[in-house]
């Protein structure tokens, strides 16, 4: 009967060069994952470009024990609406922190001058709560001089400053006390005592 045979053809290769092949890619590859990563490494994190944060310690949470009662808040419908005649008829109104008057105659006499009241420097020798009298300097000059202050409406202004005598007619229209200002001079340059 007619058996056909096949013929195959062998052919050889020589052996380990497919070995080799694979070798190289596969060392080919892992140089260049590592040269990739090398070179990531060195241009965002060496150079300062990508931020590196340091690890925190692990915080474990201790258990807590509540061993106080926390009160009930009362709903809206438990509200307690005051009457009319429990209302407080005189509310106190919120006023900023007023101050001082050695404070306010500072900036007065800085205002005057045209300073930074930073660099104004006051003294208050007497203090009637309406009139005032002390000393001035300004930082950076020489010197200094006496003051005479007064408040009007509400503000303290300055009456009188300097090194000299005291006008009468100046502190004439603030009506300072003698216990401030003991002695002035008029017009005609003659002392008055007060």
Known sequence: MGEKQKEVEIIEVPKGSFFYKIGFFIFFSLFLLILGGGLTWYFL????????????PKIVPSPTVITEQIPQVPSVTQAIIPTQEELPTNIPSTVAPQKSDLEQIREAMAAKYNKPVSQTNVTISKNTGSHASGGVTFEGEMGGGWLLAAKSGGKWVIVADGNGTISCELIAPYNFPSSIVNECVNNAGKVISR
């Open 45 to 56: 994190i060496a150079k300062g470009q990508l931020p590196v944060e340091p690890a925190l």
